[in-house]
């Protein structure tokens, strides 16, 4: 047995979904995991995991090169069509937007991806920003205990080929490794285990490829239910350059039986007077549903669980990996800031208290589309005249569901409850409604596009992920009476030595501007791109977040904070105001922390709003639900969502900044 010395912050079982988000942000924030798995990185080669939602994806909007490799790969489930059985034959009984209700996303629909490209979409980009990072295949987690001081675990790994056994020690441990997770086994000792609610379902699913069909909704996410079962249809990228579709069957109280004739066949009964056939089976699962959900979630702020090792539920929702994504998302820049000294080590314990009570939704919602889907095959619920009531009742329950359902897939709906990083309010909602303009703290901001002062780029609200939390301070008019002037004293008060970002600053750092190299300094794929001289490469950076430098024009970055000050004036007209542009564009570097027309935007552009018709002229104020004449001060966490958000914007509110920020960083 071979032991390593050498303490790893983080070790992560499991480069599933959940354990490669959670070394991506661990990695973007300069903490190197060390990642194993009992598999290869080829697996899965087909299947699993087939879907991205809006908030998964805005998620992935903010790590910018990945959400574009996904979008130029996925595809759009842009509608949801529902068919039942009329006397041996399906209708259509629904043709609906994919989320019933409107949401207000850039990707306003789910997209479908197979695991496998997701997988290596998020391995590469934590390759790309640690050189050091690699997954350790085919060692398997067989052991782990607490060293004296409780501060370090031995974990002990086995490689699942040569059986070799190797011990490596770590300050935290992520379980990752899936439904049938060895280190949610190990923490059984601990009280931690599954609840579990069995259904008589059992589910049967195939990729397929080389499709004929005269279905007419063979390109929509489709629910067709008759007297033998449930399918659905869901639209699928290319696999193996062909067209391709996932199938899946709901089927009652059925055996596991995995003949691919029979799955046809069952198949083709449910569409008829429809049918499909195809040339191949790329992937074929099968299994009994059972719902489950961990009773904890984490282990002595010290082992930390994620993903299908804290719940499993049907596919009805598709919502498994995007749930484990935004899990991995939400732990890795809290371990981060306590690693780095930043933060205080009790902010660990928001994970569970966070994404326990939106498992614990999940599995609800499962519960609920499991049993009204389900509902489509009852046989005396068919649409013969003697029944048209009950069909009628039943598409509305349906109906209601997927309306209910789409906030939460969509992730609209999720709004954490406060904690040390979700500060209490008067304000403080439990529900959102997508139907009004607001910022619920807890959840998230919407999105909207604005002008940057010093180029007049447009340039999303939202940010790229960097571990940083935004203040956002929302001033209205400035050349409405006073606003210049308190923007003037919060400044002088900001860059005084007793300000958070003198008190939090472990060290300031010029700006630069990221160059994101998108081509290999040689492509020998093609002989044009391996005889191009360097200066002929092709590259695309980022300019949504990348202000210009020059001697006197750069712009101070903290490692804790970023600040943006949003302004409903135009930027042609703020620039006519002297004294804030002499404070803002200074002939030499600026020492201020706040006024700089990189991190200055005009609220200006306008875009149609998402509550109803029309035109919103300031869509960050309108849609955030500022009052212009009061503004607001608003603190959105590294993952986005809404830590604080306090009524005004000068000292008074920035006092209330400072005593959110006492309560979590060092």
Not at 331 to 343: E, S
Not at 527 to 536: L, V
Not at 559 to 577: C, G, K, W
Request: charged letters at 25%; one cysteine or more.
């Amino acid at each position: 047995m071979e032991a390593d010395k050498h303490i790893h912050d983080v070790l992560i079982v499991g480069a599933g979904p959940s354990g490669l988000m959670t070394s991506v942000v661990l990695c973007r924030m300069g903490i190197s995991p060390f990642v194993v798995d009992s598999g290869g990185r080829a697996d899965p080669e087909w299947g699993r995991a087939d879907v991205l939602h809006s908030r998964t994806l805005e998620v992935m909007e903010s790590l910018g090169e990945p959400f574009e490799q996904i979008m130029k790969m996925s595809r759009p489930l842009n509608n949801h069509t529902f068919w039942v059985s009329d006397n041996g034959a399906v209708k259509r009984t629904i043709n609906a937007p994919f989320y019933f209700k409107s949401i207000d996303f850039n990707v306003p629909q789910p997209q479908a991806l197979r695991q496998g490209l997701l997988q290596e979409v998020l391995l590469r980009d934590a390759e790309k920003h640690d050189p050091a990072f690699h997954v350790h295949w085919g060692r398997k987690f067989v052991d782990m205990r607490y060293q004296a001081d409780g501060k370090v675990l031995e974990v002990t790994l086995q490689d699942v080929e040569t059986g070799k056994i190797n011990v490596v020690l770590a300050r935290y441990v992520i379980g990752a490794d899936g439904a049938k997770s060895a280190v949610r086994a190990w923490a059984g000792k601990f009280g931690v285990q599954m609840e579990e609610h069995p259904t008589p379902d059992v589910y049967w699913v195939q990729d397929v490829v080389g499709i004929r069909s005269n279905f007419p909704d063979l390109e929509r996410f489709s629910v067709i239910g008759s007297n033998d079962g449930i399918a659905v249809n869901i639209p699928r990228e290319p696999i193996k350059n062909q067209r391709a579709t996932r199938f899946a069957l709901q089927l009652r109280n059925a055996t596991r039986e995995r003949s691919n004739h029979k799955f046809a066949t069952t198949l083709n009964r449910i569409l008829a007077p429809f049918t499909v056939e195809w040339d191949e089976v790329v992937w074929t699962t099968n299994y009994r549903v059972t719902q489950r959900l961990i009773n904890e979630f984490v282990v002595d702020d010290r082992v930390f669980f994620l993903g299908d090792a804290c719940h499993t539920h049907s596919p009805r929702g598709g919502l498994g990996a995007n749930t484990s994504i935004l899990e991995g998302h939400n732990l890795g820049w809290k371990i981060a800031l306590v690693l780095k000294g930043i933060a205080q080590p009790n902010i660990l314990s928001t994970y569970a208290t966070e994404r326990y009570a939106v498992a614990y939704d999940l599995i609800d919602m499962d519960r609920q589309l499991v049993k009204a889907t389900a509902e489509l095959s009852d046989p005396r619920l068919s649409l013969d005249d003697d029944f048209a009531d009950s069909a009628a009742a039943r598409n509305k329950r349906m109906q209601d569901l997927q309306i209910l359902n789409s906030n939460y897939q969509s992730g609209t709906s999720i709004i954490y409850s406060p904690n040390l990083l979700v500060a209490k309010s008067p304000k403080q909602v439990e529900t959102f409604n997508p139907d009004a303009p607001g910022t619920p703290i807890g959840g998230r901001t919407r999105p909207a596009l604005m002008r940057r002062f010093s180029d007049a780029s447009l340039v999303p609200v939202h940010t790229r992920f960097d571990g940083r939390f935004t203040i956002y301070l929302l001033v209205g008019d400035l050349e409405r009476q006073g606003v210049v002037d308190a923007l003037l004293i919060l400044d002088d008060y900001i860059t005084s030595s007793g300000s958070i970002f003198t008190r939090y600053a472990h060290d300031t750092r010029m700006e630069e501007i990221s160059v994101n190299l998108r081509m290999p300094s040689t492509d020998s794929t093609t002989m044009a791109a391996a005889d191009a001289p360097d200066t002929r490469q092709f590259y695309t950076y980022e300019n949504d977040d990348m202000p210009q430098i020059d001697g006197g024009y750069g712009t101070r970055s903290h490692p804790v904070f970023r600040s943006m000050i949003i302004t409903t004036t135009s930027d042609t007209r703020a620039f006519q105001l002297d004294s804030l542009m002499k404070r803002a564009s200074p002939l030499d570097i600026s020492t201020s922390r706040l006024l700089h027309p990189s991190r200055f935007f005009s609220d200006d552009c306008p875009a149609l709003s998402p509550f109803a018709e029309g035109v919103l002229q300031h869509p960050v104020h309108a849609k955030w639900g500022v009052d212009q004449r009061v503004g607001a001060t608003v603190i959105v966490r590294p993952d986005g969502h809404v830590g604080a958000y306090i009524e005004g914007y000068g000292i008074g509110a920035w006092k209330d900044v400072e005593k959110y920020f006492a309560q979590c960083l060092i």
